[in-house]
């Protein structure tokens, strides 16, 4: 079992939909992570939150918005995409503390399919 | 900007076999290094990490990596194959200081294990 929750687990879309994708940690970690895996590809980086404000955006497309509610949750919201925006989504959180580098922990993922 | 190269997109192994992923990075300052593993349908699970302490690290499952600066490499290995071992498996670097705790992905090698 994953500390790093990702609901849902499969999300069918169509290009004029708008939907969310969440996640959740209680590890008490205060920097979380968006990020985008293609098939066969590793992870590419989206988004990064520290202490709920947004750090860094990988220059992504305004269809997809983050938000940091709390600590303990991330959300992705969806809104007009595109179908090679299908992919898996993958969230993740870490320890955020100034010069350490702390591994990152990631959940099992949101496997999306734009139609 | 840093990198890791992953030699081999797809390694093959015999059950009991050793098992030696390779990882090298590029930095002009020694960064931090992960090996992290991907089963099917899930998310990506820390295997171990390098963080400046002992060179030679010891992780999960029987996995162990050793840090060597000279050959700007961190290999992945394990004495013995089993068939639970076939997975993605990612070697990851982030810098020591600086750019917001970024982890910056290998292209992944994929690891089969035969009877």
Redesign the interface.
Known sequence: D?E?T?TPKHLVMGMTNKKSLKCEQHMGHR?MYWYKQKA????E?MF?Y?YEKL??NESVPSRFSPECPNSSLLNLHLHALQPEDSALY?C?S?Q?RT?V?????????T?LSIL | AQSVTQLGSHVSVSEGALVLLRCNYSSSVPP?L?W?VQYP??????LL?Y?SAATLVKGINGFEAEFKKSETSFHLTKPSAHMSDAAEY?CAV????GG????T????TQLKVEL
């Open positions: 994953t790093v990702q920097a066969k590809k590793p992870p980086l990064v520290s750090s860094i993958l993740a870490s955020d010069g580098r702390q591994p990152q922990h990631f959940g099992d993922g496997r | 931090y992960f992290y349908n899930q998310g990506l699970q820390l990490k963080t990612f982030t810098p020591i200081t917001g705790n970024k982890l992905f290998g292209t992944g």
